[in-house]
């Protein structure tokens, strides 16, 4: 097994992992803060499983590109970082009610 395929099984491992527990976690907060999270997880592992589907061949450039940008491939890469900001926000703007 190669370096590149060892990586990549880990990465699949340790992200079906987070997304299972962030699922679990799902269902047992109303935080918006943690909901974004969450979100940014499970997307996450969309952006796992889409690398996957690449590095096999299953999926090609060609697929998934739009006027020749791969508009797919910019909004799967992007996205879980703009959840993971966007729970942030929410935590460190949301007012302390006593």
Do not use: C, H, R
Request: glycine share 6%; hydrophobic share 55%.
């Amino acid at each position: 097994m190669q370096i590149n395929e060892l990586s990549l099984l880990l990465k699949i491992l340790f992200g079906a992992s987070a997304t299972f527990l962030a699922i679990l976690a799902w269902s047992k907060t109303t935080n918006q803060s943690w909901i974004f999270i969450i979100l940014g997880i499970i997307t996450q592992y969309i952006k796992i499983i889409f690398e996957t589907l690449q590095e096999f061949g299953i999926l090609t450039e060609k697929m998934y590109k739009i006027t020749g940008i791969p508009i797919i491939e910019i909004v799967i890469e992007n996205t879980p970082i703009g959840f993971f900001i966007a729970g942030l926000l929410v935590f460190l703007l949301k007012k302390k009610s006593l």
